[in-house]
T-cell receptor
Framework: GDSVTQMEGPVTLSEEAFLTINCTYT??????LFWYVQYPGEGLQLLLK?????DKGSNKGFEATYRKETTSFHLEKGSVQVSDSAVYFC????????????FGAGTRLFVKA | DAGVTQSPTHLIKTRGQQVTLRCSPK?????VSWYQQALGQGPQFIFQ???????QRGNFPDRFSGHQFPNYSSELNVNALLLGDSALYLC????????????FGPGTRLTVT
């Protein structure tokens, strides 16, 4: 079945460091891909999305490119801030009708000042 | 414009009891999905409602049931509660277009003792 695998955390970085969180997926066809962020005590917020191969999603300095050949959707940011500390979830929607989102286990990011 | 709202925020129940959680979708959205998020895990899809009918269901037992009302709001019911049902229950709303993003509520924290 469809699934999402993302790198285990926690990831601890210093402010202004470069961030990469790896995400790979298994799905038939061409799913839509998402990154969601969950700040402490809050629900999930959509961070960015890509709906077809080679699309790049971007928001708030974060980027991820839909790579069909490697079935990946890695999240990157050039310079992280303390306020980026949160849990990041990679997710896919199979695009087979209806709308079901399959999430990875999440990666916790800590950014130190 | 109010986003997705959920009630109650927290709930404590005893094994064997029944619980009802409520969700109001974002204005203009017609589809509601429910997810269970265990501590330290990604959300797991329970089911989705559209036009007052369950149109997709994840791998959850029949103890989990739901309802969608004409105003698109929704309820999640869980019968015969088990300790393992303790989790954060998230409601997400969207438009019935495959590939569209979902908007999540803050969740209801259910503790079963």
């Amino acid at each position: 079945g469809d699934s999402v695998t993302q790198m285990e955390g926690p990831v601890t970085l210093s402010e202004e460091a470069f961030l990469t969180i790896n995400c790979t997926y298994t799905a038939t066809g061409y799913p839509s891909l998402f990154w969601y962020v969950q700040y402490p005590g809050e629900g999930l917020q959509l961070l960015l999305k890509a709906t077809k191969a080679d699309d790049k999603g971007s928001n708030k300095g974060f980027e991820a490119t839909y790579r069909k050949e490697t079935t990946s959707f890695h999240l990157e940011k050039g310079s992280v801030q303390v306020s980026d500390s949160a849990v990041y979830f990679c997710a896919l929607s199979p695009n087979t009708g209806g709308f079901k989102t399959i999430f990875g286990a999440g990666t916790r990011l800590f950014v130190k000042a | 414009d109010a986003g997705v709202t959920q009630s109650p925020t927290h709930l404590i129940k005893t094994r064997g009891q029944q619980v009802t959680l409520r969700c109001s979708p974002k204005s203009g959205h017609d589809t509601v999905s429910w997810y269970q998020q265990a501590l330290g895990q990604g959300p797991q899809f329970i089911f989705q409602y559209y036009e007052e009918e369950e149109r997709q269901r994840g791998n959850f037992p029949d103890r989990f049931s739901g309802h969608q009302f004409p105003n698109y709001s929704s309820e999640l019911n869980v019968n015969a509660l088990l300790l393992g049902d303790s989790a954060l229950y998230l409601c997400a709303s969207s438009l019935v277009v495959a590939g569209g993003e979902q908007y999540f509520g803050p969740g209801t924290r259910l503790t079963v003792t």
